[in-house]
């Protein structure tokens, strides 16, 4: 099974599946303010979620409500099948990993030794099984008598992937894995997470890199303040895009009116500065008929296409409105 | 979930590997007791015997003894909880199922265990080399009235409250140079009462020992539970509760 066969594969867990986290109404304050507002949402057994949003929307904190470290000021939530309440802090993260946005290594210490803390700290019992597996699942076994501070930032990163890992956690909580790594320790990670995926860990990453939901996740919520949109990256470019086609010429046309007017599927049109932009219902049925119009009216075609929509365009599109919205 | 010794064994155990890999804890742990042997055995050695004097003399000598189970662990406890905040540890540290007693109780135990090491190694010390170098008079007002027993009393009494006090400045503190300018600071007070004991100012007996160093041992429980409940994970994360 390919990656991507993997990931389609992984089945809509807002229909029905078993939910590793489910979120109601949360909201948490400090004082007057506020870092997220009224947030609902769930995360399926084995989905990769992600958690996108600009710097102080409260991805962190949510994370951090999450994992008992913050308690919510409102609103309710499950997490690996434990309600969210003071008393089950500690059984809740006996069940659940942290990798924070910063490793957190004990410089001092050796890769073994870091492990080997937490291993006690979450009373496990085959320790060094533990660790050797742990550090297998990140390439790591070489370095394991290596001290954490002679390592590199990506290897560091590896090694809080492998203390993550140690208690196989139900629910695997990544605060900007792949922030302030080089593109080889990005790739690295992104790599680790696809093999967690394969393994079946659920994981709530939070990330501000688009390019790196689009790829690991299977769905994903866009979190400003308040939960902006919830789904899969498909999804969420259909819901806020309508579907429309690029059209580039080698000249402009005497009368885009009119040859747009003809083609009955083309329900708007504009001018961009390399050509046009068609705003159709049905792309395939609509992108012949245009092209025969425009051979017709004698216009040399550089390239006609549906326009692609990436998730960032999604994003952005969101936190401008929001921007729009605070300034008036 | 219950109170859990594994637990507790392995932030000790993490913290014990940590200060022996750390030039800054091995130089202080070396430095004080250095310093506070040096100046009591000269003084003891140098000291004059009349009668008067010789109480005097030991009482001092004793008193700077009592100085390293204060100033060694409020140095290493100031940097507990601000130290982890301040390398990034503190965050994964917390998302353990650790609970606030083991991990206060954990950070005490570890700070503990090398001051009473230290401390008794150094008391041995200065009574061996005033065995073999002090004026008979005054080794055997050592070894008369409450000397011995307020040394070994008191070298766990005061540590432990040094030890309180370090942790809980530097659960509330940002920077570690404050945390252990504070965590001194605090831990002296009774060290005060103890000196006033050792110098005669107040009359020194056997029974006035114990009893303070029951009200001692009573506080150093209860601050267990009080540093415990200030202990709080939100606070220490973003350093403000909502």
Same mark, same amino acid.
């Given at each position: ?17 078993? +939910? ?192 790196? +939901? ?115 | ?242």
């Amino acid at each position: 099974m390919t990656d991507m066969e993997a990931r389609h594969s992984v089945p809509d867990r807002t229909q029905g599946g078993e +939910a590793a986290i489910i979120v109601e109404h949360l909201t948490k304050r400090f004082g007057d303010r506020v870092a997220f507002n009224d947030v609902s949402f769930e995360v399926g057994a084995g989905e990769v979620f992600g958690f996108l949003g600009p710097n102080g929307a409260g991805k962190t904190t949510t994370v951090r409500t999450l994992v008992t470290l913050i308690a919510p000021s409102t609103g309710t939530a499950t997490v690996a099948g434990i309600p969210l309440l003071p008393e089950n802090g500690s059984a809740i993260r006996s069940r659940i990993s942290l990798m924070p946005e910063s490793p957190g290594l004990y410089l001092r210490l050796t890769v073994t030794e870091n492990l080997q803390c937490f291993a006690g700290l979450y009373g496990l019992d085959d320790v060094p099984g533990r660790i050797g597996r742990a550090l297998r699942a990140v390439n790591l076994e070489d370095r394991a008598r290596d001290l954490c501070g002679s390592l590199s930032k990506g290897l560091r990163q590896r090694v809080a992937l492998a203390r993550a890992l140690l208690n196989d956690p139900a629910v695997l909580f990544l605060d900007e894995p792949t922030s302030g790594l080089d593109p080889v320790a990005i790739r690295e990670v992104h790599d680790l997470i696809e093999s967690l995926r394969k393994r079946g860990v659920t994981i709530f990453l939070t990330t501000h890199r688009l390019e790196e +939901a689009e790829r690991l996740c299977d769905r994903v919520a866009i979190l400003n303040t308040t939960l902006r949109m919830i789904g899969r990256p498909d999804e969420l470019r259909a819901r806020l895009f309508r579907r429309s086609l690029d059209v580039r010429l080698r000249a402009p046309l005497g009368d885009p009116r009119t040859l747009f007017g003809a083609v009955s599927d083309v329900e708007q049109w504009e001018q961009t500065s390399s050509g046009y932009v068609l705003t159709v219902a049905n792309p395939d049925r609509a992108a012949p008929v245009l092209a025969r119009a425009l051979v017709g009216a004698g216009a040399d075609i550089l390239s006609l296409g549906e326009s692609h929509h990436s998730l960032e365009d999604v994003y952005l599109e969101l936190i401008d409105e929001d921007v729009e919205a605070k300034s008036r | 979930m219950s109170f859990s010794w594994t637990r507790v064994g392995a932030i000790v155990h993490k913290e014990l590997r940590d200060y022996r890999r750390n030039r800054f804890v091995i130089a202080t742990m070396a430095a004080v007791p250095v310093v506070f042997t040096t100046l009591p055995t000269i003084q003891l050695i140098a000291a004059d015997t009349t009668n008067k004097a010789v109480s005097l003399h030991i009482g001092l000598s004793l008193l700077y003894l009592l100085v390293i189970p204060v100033t060694m662990p409020s140095v290493v406890c100031a940097y507990s909880v601000v130290g982890e905040r301040e390398q990034g540890t503190l965050e994964p540290l917390l998302s353990t199922p650790v609970r606030r007693e083991e991990f206060v109780i954990a950070k005490a135990l570890a700070a503990l265990a090398p001051t009473l090491v230290i401390a008794y190694a150094v008391f041995g010390i200065f009574l061996a080399i005033a065995a073999l170098l002090a004026h008979p008079v005054i080794l055997s007002a050592i070894f008369t009235g409450s000397h011995v027993l307020v040394q070994l009393l008191f070298t766990p009494l005061l540590a432990g409250w040094a030890i309180w006090v370090g942790i809980a400045v530097s659960s509330r503190s940002t920077d570690v140079r404050v945390a252990q300018q504070l965590g001194v600071l605090g831990s002296l007070p009774p060290l005060a009462i103890v000196a006033l004991m050792s110098l005669n100012v107040i009359s020194e007996s056997a029974g006035l020992a114990i009893a303070f160093a029951a009200a001692l041992l009573v506080f150093d429980l209860l601050a267990w539970r009080v540093v415990a409940r200030m202990f709080d994970r939100e606070r220490l994360l973003v350093n403000r509760r909502s």
